[in-house]
């Protein structure tokens, strides 16, 4: 990835890459447009901005694939050597068949973690439902056309149920309008906000202005990745006060709560899985 500046971005105008924040999350997508410099310090107030380098491997348009335990093609595991202490390393999904799995050369801080032809790894991995944890036996490693492991079929399997009241730190950015102002972002009255926290039932939200009147209703428009692809997602709900615990580094822009209307199905499911994506990459995983 490349980190980026103020500089790079180019305020009202569309974005020519999407933006991801320094783990590789996306934050906001490409052709979304920042309005104006106030927007363009919200992006960057929590951390760092970057994009994907040029020669990163482009989205084919694939949809994504169920494989064995529900684990979708792109979804991200979390594998270490069994019985380590130490941080998992990070890899995804690319593939499966009957008997094994095909996932990238695990990371850890950059580099790959040293593997080897036979070596026993225990993975974790989010399948929209639940936290699977299994062992496996590396089959084979591979060079060519890349790096890539594969992994005998899972044996050991353990699965977490996953709460539907999870909530997980973010960095999102989203346009805000109201429910019945359908044109808002042709007509530029849509104001850019960042979500910092957000679980199914809704969201704590920073805005450039001043925030909106609680009970009043609002719209929230973004873009989350899950399972490796970005996926739109437009949530009505109504305003809150903010937590009163939150970090007063952030008074230059107000928060405040939102409370997500009832989802649809589709909406669900992409919050579930972008959430548990989320806590799956915060969370030690156990020996």
Not at 79 to 93: M, Q, Y
Not at 220 to 226: I, Q, S, V
Request: net charge negative; glycine share 8%; proline share 7%.
């Amino acid at each position: 990835m490349i980190q980026l500046t103020p500089n790079d971005l180019p305020v009202g105008h569309p974005l020519p890459w999407s933006l991801l924040d320094g783990d590789g999350n996306l934050v906001l997508g490409s052709g979304n447009v920042i309005p104006d410099a106030r927007d363009l310090a919200l992006v960057f107030r929590h951390g760092v901005v970057c994009r994907e380098d040029d020669h990163d491997d482009a989205d084919d348009g694939l949809r994504p694939t169920a494989g064995p335990l529900g684990l979708q093609v792109g979804t991200l595991l979390h594998i270490k050597h069994e019985g380590e202490t130490a941080r998992p390393a990070a890899s995804r999904l690319i593939g499966f068949i009957e008997h094994g799995l095909f996932v990238t050369w695990p990371q850890l801080g950059g580099r790959d973690l040293p593997l080897q032809a036979g070596d026993k790894v225990l993975l974790r991995g989010f399948s929209g439902q639940a936290i699977h944890s299994f062992t496996s036996t590396i089959t084979a490693v591979c060079r060519s056309p890349f790096r890539y492991l594969v992994l005998s079929a899972p044996v050991q399997q353990h699965a977490t149920p996953v709460r539907k009241a999870a909530r997980v730190p973010t960095r999102l950015a989203a346009y805000l309008t109201e429910p019945e102002d359908e044109d808002a972002a042709e007509s530029g009255s849509a104001r850019l906000a960042l979500l910092s926290d957000l679980s199914t039932g809704g969201a704590l939200v920073h805005t450039t202005a001043p925030s909106p009147a609680p009970g009043s209703r609002v719209r929230l428009r973004f873009k989350m990745r899950t399972a490796s692809f970005d996926s739109e997602v437009t949530v009505d709900g109504w305003v809150r006060v903010a937590p009163e615990n939150v970090d007063g580094e952030d008074a230059d822009f107000p928060a405040f709560g939102v409370a997500f209307d009832m989802l649809a199905e589709r909406e669900m499911t992409l919050l579930q899985c972008y959430i548990y994506e989320q806590l799956l990459s915060n969370t030690r995983m156990p020996l």
